[in-house]
C-alpha cells in the first residue's frame, strides 16, 4: 500500500505534464498555421488567374497553377532593373553601416577617451526623436549636396554609424568581452587595431550577424526613403515597384503580379536569415545568459 500510494502522485504529475505539453503544441501549430497562413495566400495568388484573384469570393487553391505572372516578371526589362536596384541598396547600405556601427561600437566599449559616456548618452538620446521630424532638414540638406535622384541618400548615411540601436546592441556584446584580453594583447604590444580585429571581431560574430540581419530586413523593405529620394523610374527598387502596380480607382487589381513579385521579394529575406541563423540563435543565447 505504501508503494502505490508513492506512486500515484508521480502519475498524476506525468498526466498534468502530458496535458501541459498536448496544449502547448496546439497552442503552437495554430500559431504557426496564423503566420504561415500570408504566405500561404501569397503563393496560392500568384498562382490564380486573374478571375480568380479577383473573385467575390475567396478561392483558397487555383483550379489549375498559372505561371504568367512570374514569366512576366522575369521577362520584363524593367522588373529585372527594379530588382537589380534592390540589391544595390541593400548591399551598400548593409556593408557601409555595418563596418561603421561596428567601428563606434568597439570605441564606446573598449577605448577610454574624454568625454565616451556623455556622447554616449547623447547618442542615445537620438532614439527618442522621431524620424519625421528630421525628414525636411535632411531633404534640404541632401537636395542641396545635389543628392535627390541618387541612390546616395538610402545608402551613404548609414556610413557614419546610422543606427543608434545597432551601436548600442554590439556595444553591449563587445562589453561581455572580458577587458583582460585587450590588456595581455597590449603587453604583447598589439595595437589597438589589432585588438579590434583579431580579438573583438571574432568573439562579436554572432552579434554582428544579429545585426547585418536586422540591417538588411531594413534596407531591403525600405519604401518612405525612396520614394522621397529615388524619383525617376529607372531607380525605383522593388517595393516601389509593387506599391506602383495597386491603383485603387481600379476595380480589378493585378493581385497575381502582386503576389508573385511580393513573393520574389520575400525569397532574399529567408535567405539571409537561413544562412545567418545559426549566429543569431547563437546571439540570442549569449545574451540571455552572460552578464
Same mark, same amino acid.
Given at each position: 500500500?505504501?508503494?502505490?500510494?508513492?506512486?500515484?502522485?508521480?502519475?498524476?504529475?506525468?498526466?498534468?505534464?502530458? /496535458?501541459?505539453?498536448?496544449?502547448? +503544441? =496546439? #497552442?503552437?501549430?495554430? &500559431?504557426?498555421? *496564423?503566420?504561415? %497562413?500570408?504566405?500561404?495566400?501569397?503563393?496560392?495568388?500568384?498562382?490564380?488567374?486573374?478571375?480568380?484573384?479577383?473573385?467575390?469570393?475567396?478561392?483558397?487553391?487555383?483550379?489549375?497553377?498559372?505561371?504568367?505572372?512570374?514569366?512576366?516578371?522575369?521577362?520584363?526589362?524593367?522588373?529585372?532593373?527594379?530588382?537589380?536596384?534592390?540589391?544595390?541598396?541593400?548591399?551598400?547600405?548593409?556593408?557601409?553601416?555595418?563596418?561603421?556601427?561596428?567601428?563606434?561600437?568597439?570605441?564606446?566599449?573598449?577605448?577610454?577617451?574624454?568625454?565616451?559616456?556623455?556622447?554616449?548618452?547623447?547618442?542615445?538620446?537620438?532614439?527618442?526623436?522621431?524620424?519625421? /521630424?528630421?525628414?525636411?532638414?535632411? +531633404? =534640404? #540638406?541632401?537636395?542641396? &549636396?545635389?543628392? *535627390?535622384?541618387? %541612390?546616395?541618400?538610402?545608402?551613404?548615411?548609414?556610413?557614419?554609424?546610422?543606427?543608434?540601436?545597432?551601436?548600442?546592441?554590439?556595444?553591449?556584446?563587445?562589453?561581455?568581452?572580458?577587458?583582460?584580453?585587450?590588456?595581455?594583447?597590449?603587453?604583447?604590444?598589439?595595437?589597438?587595431?589589432?585588438?579590434?580585429?583579431?580579438?573583438?571581431?571574432?568573439?562579436?560574430?554572432?552579434?554582428?550577424?544579429?545585426?547585418?540581419?536586422?540591417?538588411?530586413?531594413?534596407?531591403?523593405?525600405?519604401?518612405?526613403?525612396?520614394?522621397?529620394?529615388?524619383?525617376?523610374?529607372?531607380?525605383?527598387?522593388?517595393?516601389?515597384?509593387?506599391?506602383?502596380?495597386?491603383?485603387?480607382?481600379?476595380?480589378?487589381?493585378?493581385?497575381?503580379?502582386?503576389?508573385?513579385?511580393?513573393?520574389?521579394?520575400?525569397?532574399?529575406?529567408?535567405?539571409?536569415?537561413?544562412?545567418?541563423?545559426?549566429?543569431?540563435?547563437?546571439?540570442?543565447?549569449?545574451?540571455?545568459?552572460?552578464?
Amino acid at each position: 500500500m505504501t508503494a502505490i500510494a508513492q506512486y500515484r502522485p508521480s502519475r498524476e504529475k506525468r498526466i498534468k505534464d502530458t /496535458a501541459r505539453q498536448a496544449i502547448l +503544441y =496546439v #497552442l503552437a501549430c495554430s &500559431l504557426s498555421v *496564423v503566420l504561415v %497562413f500570408p504566405l500561404f495566400w501569397m503563393v496560392s495568388t500568384s498562382l490564380k488567374t486573374d478571375k480568380e484573384a479577383n473573385a467575390p469570393k475567396p478561392v483558397w487553391l487555383p483550379a489549375q497553377p498559372q505561371l504568367d505572372a512570374y514569366g512576366e516578371l522575369l521577362s520584363d526589362p524593367d522588373w529585372r532593373t527594379y530588382i537589380a536596384n534592390s540589391i544595390f541598396v541593400a548591399v551598400l547600405g548593409v556593408g557601409g553601416t555595418l563596418v561603421s556601427v561596428t567601428i563606434v561600437a568597439f570605441a564606446f566599449s573598449r577605448l577610454d577617451w574624454p568625454g565616451r559616456n556623455l556622447i554616449f548618452f547623447m547618442m542615445l538620446g537620438t532614439l527618442m526623436l522621431p524620424f519625421q /521630424a528630421t525628414l525636411v532638414p535632411q +531633404y =534640404v #540638406l541632401f537636395n542641396k &549636396l545635389g543628392w *535627390v535622384d541618387t %541612390f546616395n541618400p538610402v545608402t551613404i548615411p548609414g556610413y557614419f554609424a546610422g543606427g543608434a540601436a545597432m551601436v548600442f546592441l554590439l556595444r553591449q556584446f563587445m562589453l561581455s568581452i572580458p577587458r583582460e584580453l585587450d590588456e595581455a594583447a597590449l603587453v604583447d604590444g598589439a595595437s589597438y587595431w589589432q585588438i579590434f580585429r583579431h580579438i573583438v571581431l571574432p568573439n562579436t560574430k554572432p552579434a554582428l550577424a544579429t545585426v547585418g540581419l536586422f540591417l538588411f530586413v531594413g534596407q531591403w523593405n525600405a519604401l518612405q526613403l525612396p520614394l522621397i529620394y529615388l524619383q525617376s523610374r529607372d531607380m525605383h527598387t522593388l517595393p516601389m515597384a509593387i506599391l506602383n502596380l495597386f491603383n485603387p480607382q481600379q476595380t480589378q487589381q493585378p493581385w497575381t503580379l502582386i503576389m508573385a513579385t511580393s513573393l520574389v521579394a520575400v525569397v532574399p529575406l529567408v535567405v539571409v536569415f537561413l544562412a545567418v541563423q545559426r549566429h543569431f540563435v547563437e546571439s540570442i543565447v549569449l545574451t540571455g545568459t552572460k552578464g
